[in-house]
């Protein structure tokens, strides 16, 4: 079972909280209930049938003062769900690259992968100040499935966060697949970018830091 069956199954709200769940990492009932829609009860219903099909975990988070607070986030099983299934594929291709021809290749082929991406998308990121760059690029990569929010903070800062990697299994192997994206991403921001957690590293989401002063 995949995210894409859940939905042709017509259980779009268990999908949605599923969705929810990646995006935010933890989150109670009521804000589950609040983000979604619905009420509380049908939250603590659909959270339940996750449970028994070991997608849904409970955290305790305990509290100075009062009882503690039960959170909600997605098991390690759940992963498989937003999984791209081309991953297998595109390792055995990269292995036989790597197997033929050595490592520097594989860079290489990282490198011509984000030149590509480069050339179709960066004339669309002309004339264009910092935060409309980062959002074109939230659009660009929200496109993509790495479910993206950005946040603006008060020292100028803007944090770009991705809660899905759709070439997670890729990453992991080959850490190349990580730098092109933080490459691309200096490339199209033009101004300093710093990495701060990442999935492949074994981060619940995939961090950058974007300062706004000039390259």
């Known amino acids: 079972m995949n995210i894409q069956s859940l939905h042709q199954e017509d259980r779009s709200t268990r999908r949605a909280l599923l969705i929810l769940l990646k995006k935010r990492g933890k989150i109670s009932i009521q804000e589950a209930a609040e983000q979604l829609g619905i009420s509380g009860v049908a939250v603590r219903r659909h959270i339940h049938e996750l449970q028994k099909d070991q997608y849904v975990q409970t955290n305790i988070q305990r509290q ?3 009882r503690p607070a039960y959170l909600y986030s997605l098991t390690e099983k759940a992963g498989a769900l937003f999984a791209n299934g081309y991953d297998a594929l595109v390792n055995d291709l990269i292995d036989e690259v790597k197997d033929k021809f050595g490592v520097g290749q594989v860079s290489r082929l990282f490198d011509r992968r984000k030149e590509k991406w480069l050339r179709k998308h960066e004339n669309s990121f002309q004339g264009l ?18 479910m993206v929010k950005v946040e603006k903070r008060g020292d100028g800062t803007i944090v770009f966060e991705e809660a899905n990697c759709p070439i997670y299994q890729v990453a992991v192997r080959y850490r190349q697949a990580c730098q092109c994206e933080l490459s691309l991403f200096q490339a199209l921001l033009a101004v300093p970018v710093v990495r701060t957690e990442c999935m492949a590293e074994g981060g619940r989401k995939c961090q950058y830091r974007i300062n706004s002063g000039q390259a």
């Open 64 to 66: 100075s003062a009062g």
């Open 129 to 146: 100040d910092l935060e409309n760059r980062v959002e074109r690029l939230a659009r660009l990569q929200e496109q993509e499935g790495y």
